[in-house]
């Protein structure tokens, strides 16, 4: 029967979540909010309009969301010939495709974002298929993405694990019935991703190929 591995991409296998951080606070800042930088690296890991919401409230100017969007889409776009992947995240994949894991992406980004970090990453020939934000209708932390994966995958949750940097990604997991695995590479503390549904934290890529043999992923 099939085993899927889920990976998240944004902090969890490329290190852009501090770019998102500063390009979402300059798209605000431009706007006319003051948005604390420490309040939008919390946030990161939502979808736009869903990260838009949590720092602005519902009682934000709703048609001013897609201008923030867009801007940050434009200035987040600047890095995209440069996004850096994190050590061994190619080679981590490639690994657990050796092993016998259907390695399959799930990830808010899409289009060209998207397109940008799979270059990044340079592990297209492991990775079976992508669940990404133009295939769901929720963003995590609904378990839509992941559970989305796992139709790719043809696995069933059980049998699956997904490897995440945010608690938006193990609440999703979680809800979507899987085994969760947490990177510290995307900036959140280890206590919170353990809080929100980890069963096991790494600090990375490199640390979690180094020690696959021991994880969840073994």
Known sequence: ???????????????????????WWEAFRQAG??????????????????????????????????????????????????LPPL??????????????????????ASGGELSALRRAIDADDAIAATASADDVAQGKPSPEPVQHALELAGAPAERAVFVGDT?????????AGVRCVGVLSGGTPRADLLNAGAEAVY????????SLTASPLA
């Open 1 to 23: 029967m099939t085993r899927a591995a889920v990976f998240d991409i944004d902090g969890t296998l490329v290190d852009t979540n501090h770019l998102h951080v500063t390009t």
């Open 33 to 82: 909010h003051r948005v604390p930088m420490h309040a939008v690296h919390r946030a990161v890991g939502l979808g736009s309009d869903d990260l838009i919401a949590h720092l602005l409230g519902d009682d934000r100017d709703k048609d001013e969301d897609a201008e923030l969007s867009a801007a940050h889409k434009a200035l987040y776009g600047q890095y995209f010939d440069r």
């Open 87 to 108: 050590r061994d995240a190619g080679p981590l994949l490639r690994r657990l495709r050796d092993d016998g894991w259907t390695v399959v992406l799930a990830t808010s």
């Open 167 to 175: 608690v938006w990604d193990m609440r999703a997991g979680r809800r």
């Open 203 to 210: 600090d990375g890529p490199a640390d979690l190929l180094a």
